[in-house]
């Protein structure tokens, strides 16, 4: 394990389709972030985990919105009936400690809605 | 919650020069304050970080330093090469996580 890894890199989908996205942290994190990333802008948080509790929610992430982490490992987030607007790239990162400790981030997953 | 504004947008330098790059942030309780560099279409990488307790830091070619009072903290690049060029973000940690900025992108022309 060499790093954060994320699957798919890019999703093409169709406005009101659901997708679904997975971050695989690096092994032995216990922190797990998701951000959204817009061109020209930095990456903006979106939810974190410590082990599976799921711990913040920005007021960014609205109900068609959601994310788990049920073994304390790998994360999915899913958005369910896709907007033009949700087109973004989405960064996983992970950490060993709190939001003062260095955060990896993976390669993340481009989502284009048409 | 936490807001942090970022300058320039753009920076464009020749080889050998130096790059400054200039943050502020709102929340007074922010303790913790890294800086990403993005290459194209790669992932952000930590290049240097700093934490409130500390004024400055230094890294090889890469500098850091933080002004509590002022609320605000700057990224010094010395010796600039163009393998420097990317984005760079600074961040704040606020309560429990990082709030970006809109991020820099540093050009260095050989």
């Known amino acids: 394990d060499t790093g954060v890894s994320q699957d798919p890199r890019h999703k093409i989908t169709k406005r009101g389709q659901n997708v679904t996205f997975r971050c695989d942290p690096i092994?032995?994190?216990?922190?797990l972030y998701w951000y959204r990333q817009t061109l020209g802008q930095g990456p903006e948080f979106l939810t974190y985990?410590?082990?599976?509790?799921?711990?913040?929610k920005s007021r960014l992430l609205s109900d068609r919105f959601s994310a788990e982490r049920p073994k304390g490992s790998f994360s999915t987030l899913e958005i369910q009936r896709t907007e033009q607007g949700d087109s973004a790239m989405y960064l996983c990162a992970s950490s060993l400690g709190g939001a003062d400790h260095e955060q990896y981030f993976g390669p993340g997953t481009r989502l284009t809605v048409t | 919650g936490e807001n942090v504004e970022q300058h320039p947008s753009t920076l464009s330098v020749q080889e050998g020069d130096s790059a400054v790059i200039k943050c502020t942030y709102s929340d007074s309780a922010s303790n913790y304050f890294p800086w990403y560099k993005q290459e194209l279409g790669k992932r952000p990488q930590l290049i240097i970080d700093i934490r409130s307790n500390v004024g400055e830091k230094k890294d090889q070619r890469i500098a850091v330093t933080l002004n509590k009072t002022a609320k605000h903290f700057s990224l010094h690049i010395t010796e600039t090469q163009p393998e420097d060029s990317a984005v760079y973000f600074c961040?704040?940690?606020?309560?429990?996580?990082?709030?970006f900025g809109k991020g820099t992108m540093l050009l260095v022309s050989p």
């Open positions: 985990f410590q082990n599976e509790a799921q711990l913040e």
């Open positions: 092994s032995e994190h216990n922190r």
């Open positions: 961040a704040a940690r606020g309560y429990s996580t990082l709030t």
